[in-house]
């Protein structure tokens, strides 16, 4: 055996038969499996019902979120400083939240104007967003 043979088997151990993979076995002690599987299935599902959907989130008023959203729906507006203040976000965030969620997902009509050299940005009351004025440019399949 060569020097670097030895040095590759010195960090491995042989797997004792205890710790075989299951598929190695025989076939009788797979049929025992398969109502283990089941039974572990139906507890996975049962827990899974007990437990709430994190994907579902509900409007929290003490969100991050909504505190943005009602700076912006307040009389004077917010400017990203305060914004910023309010939620610990950076000036990034408060701008790609602006962007992403305010206007394109909850299609609020958002504008901005400037006021003592610092930007106000408020959410338009009235008609919340563009309606289906336009056709789509894709063509149906």
């Not at 959203?69 to 000036?91: D, E, F, K, R, S």
């Not at 338009?124 to 063509?139: A, C, D, I, L, Y």
């Amino acid at each position: 055996m060569t020097k670097s043979a030895k040095k590759r088997s010195v960090g491995r151990s042989p797997v004792p038969a205890a710790k075989a993979s299951p598929r190695t076995g025989s076939s009788n002690t797979r049929k025992g499996t398969t109502a283990a599987v089941a039974s572990n299935r139906a507890a996975a599902v049962s827990e899974q019902a007990a437990v709430p959907d994190t994907k579902v989130k509900k409007s929290d008023a003490a969100s991050k979120q909504s505190r943005v959203l009602a700076m912006l729906q307040a009389q004077g507006g917010a400017t990203i400083a305060a914004m910023m203040q309010a939620t610990g976000w950076q000036q990034h965030s408060v701008r790609g939240f602006l962007a992403g969620v305010v206007r394109k997902r909850l299609k609020l009509t958002l504008s901005s104007k400037k006021v003592d050299g610092t930007r106000v940005y408020q959410v338009v009351s009235g008609e919340s967003g563009k309606g289906p004025t336009g056709q789509s440019k894709r063509q149906a399949a």
